[in-house]
């Protein structure tokens, strides 16, 4: 049987992991001490789902660091007004977390049992206003937007067209841009002139796939 404390586990990540980060928005530390990770691992990482590390999902996928994550939702600073698209969210934990900053939440997740569990896991948990479909991570979720957030919970070196498409004017986007095997997490802003993007913090995620830079062949 499973004796750990989930609930002390989730406040000693707040407090040893989220705030000494430098993340200080009350909603955000409020949604992670109230959003059981846990719910959202493979069954046998339940018990170091707390742990200040990624964890793998499978199929080359992690859930994010909680201090990276939580430190993506400070710079993208989801409002109680806003629409996110969270995109490749796994088993849907920033789901569940954007679910609690924001309006309403569109997460887009290829992977058809990560999405059947994240569904199931959001339902039981009351998140109504989160809905998780099925598509490739590169293309979004055109017919809900356009939004005014977007989290990517994933490492990329090209931004796809078709999700800049579906940012409103002034919406932001936080993602990790990895250049080898050093990234950095940047947040763009929509303007008229496209995306202008800042760096935030280092950070490094595997590339997700639809994200990649066009390979060159060498002859």
């Known amino acids: 049987m499973d004796r750990t404390d989930y609930a002390a586990a989730r406040l000693a990540m707040v407090d040893t992991q989220v705030r000494p980060s430098d993340v200080t928005l009350y909603p955000i530390i409020g949604a992670m001490l109230e959003i059981p990770r846990e719910r959202f691992v493979p069954p046998e990482l339940r018990k170091v789902a707390y742990a200040g590390a990624d964890l793998p ?12 994550l939580a430190k993506m939702l400070d710079a993208l600073k989801p409002g109680p007004d806003d629409l996110v698209l969270d995109i490749a969210p796994g088993l849907g934990y920033s789901t569940a977390l954007l679910a609690r900053l924001a309006a309403a939440v569109v997460a887009v997740e290829p992977d058809a049992d990560m999405r059947r569990s994240a569904d199931e896991t959001l339902a039981d948990l009351g998140l109504e206003t989160a809905m998780v479909h099925a598509g490739a991570a590169h293309l979004g979720a055109p017919d809900d937007g356009p939004y005014d957030a977007v989290l990517v919970n ?14 409103k004017p002034g919406g932001r986007i936080v993602a990790i841009m990895m250049g080898g095997t050093a990234g950095q997490c940047r947040l763009g802003v929509k303007t008229e002139a496209g995306l202008s993007w800042k760096t935030v913090f ?4 595997p590339i997700l796939s639809g994200y990649e830079k066009p390979r060159s062949f060498v002859f």
């Open 202 to 205: 280092d950070a490094t995620a």
């Open 154 to 167: 994933g490492g990329i070196e090209i931004l796809p067209a078709a999700i800049a498409q579906q940012l």
């Open 57 to 68: 999902l499978g199929a080359g996928r992690v859930l994010l660091d909680a201090r990276v």
